[in-house]
């Protein structure tokens, strides 16, 4: 009997002093955790606090290097390096701010704010029979188009919206025409140029030029005048030429004065042709004429001349 109690009691003993192993190891485990989690958050603090010192080292060089940037941003209070107070500040706030605010007022942060069109100013057409108007109001709202890169779906819109007078008169009535005949909508920029053109340029116009063109003459006009207008003439008839061509023009109809001397000059194109015109105007226009120059007339040459002989006979 004593021998089946003590062997009882030893395997009691080891069963107890198994379980006693047991507890201490999980306990080990669960600090070894606990030490390893201390030590990862340990160094994300700190990293943390590294890379805010490293900004602030290079918002200070920026500010040096850039001075005008001291007097928009003036601190009230002295800059310092964040401590690790500061980052579990902000990470609670952060969480209240997040947990007060309701989901749609997250969304609706999350939704880029688009950029706003850029307004044109477009020149009022008022559909006057004025060819020249007319061209030049057609070459302005292409150029206004090109330079805010203007899109063709648009074009014809904000044109009509300048329209003013009789050309929203014409207009209105164009589209109810094609309305009732069954025609689709004008919708490009080139359609309602054709349009515009067949309302307001006449068949004869470009006859009319090319004769313009062909009796163009210096007279009275500036260099820089005659070369302006021959130029209107050329782009608004679509005369596609050579420099040589445009150059024999150009003297052809220069004065005579000018084109005797220009003509002796070396000029490669055709504006250095234009610009040495130019100087010999201006040297001509500073040169004296003959009306201008003294002159004495015979009976002032005899009047100077009597007294010189009675002198000599005296």
């Known amino acids: 009997m004593s021998t089946r109690r003590a062997t009882r009691a030893n395997t009691q003993h080891q069963q107890q002093v198994n379980e006693n192993n047991l507890h201490t190891s999980g306990d080990e485990e669960v600090e070894v955790d606990l030490r390893v989690l201390n030590n990862l958050s340990q160094e994300v603090r700190d990293l943390k606090i590294q890379m805010a010192s490293m900004q602030a080292n290079l918002q200070l060089i ?12 003036a601190s ?6 964040p401590s690790r107070h500061d980052y579990d500040f902000e990470e609670e706030e952060d969480e209240r701010i997040n947990l007060r605010q309701s989901p749609r007022v997250r969304r609706q942060r999350r939704i880029p704010s688009h950029p706003k069109e850029v307004k044109i100013d477009l020149p009022h057409f008022y559909g006057k029979d004025n060819v020249e108007v ?3 109001w057609i070459g302005k709202e292409e150029q206004l188009f090109e330079s805010h890169v203007v899109e063709e779906e648009r074009r014809v819109s904000l044109a009509t919206f300048s329209f003013q007078g009789h050309a929203l008169n014409w207009w209105t009535s164009l589209v109810l025409q094609r309305s009732r005949k069954g025609l689709h909508d004008i919708e490009y920029w080139n359609d309602l140029k054709e349009a515009l053109h067949a309302r307001h340029v006449p068949s004869y116009y470009k006859r009319e030029l090319l004769d313009k063109l062909q009796r163009l003459q210096q007279r009275s006009m ?5 070369r302006q207008k021959m130029e209107l003439y050329i782009m608004r008839v679509r005369i596609e030429e050579e420099e040589e061509l445009t150059i024999a023009r150009f003297l052809s109809r220069l004065n005579y004065n000018i084109r005797d001397k220009v003509k002796l000059l070396p000029y490669r194109n055709f504006n250095d042709l234009v610009q040495m015109s130019i100087k010999v105007e201006q040297k001509l226009l500073r040169r004296p004429s003959r009306k201008d120059s003294p002159s004495f007339s015979k009976s002032d040459f005899q009047k100077k001349k009597r007294p010189l ?4 006979q005296r």
């Open 134 to 136: 007319f061209l030049d």
């Open 222 to 226: 500036s260099t820089e005048e005659y």
């Open 62 to 73: 920026a500010n040096q290097l850039n001075p005008s940037n001291l007097h928009t941003r």
């Open 309 to 312: 002989i009675r002198a000599l």
């Open 76 to 81: 009230p209070r002295p800059s310092r390096a």
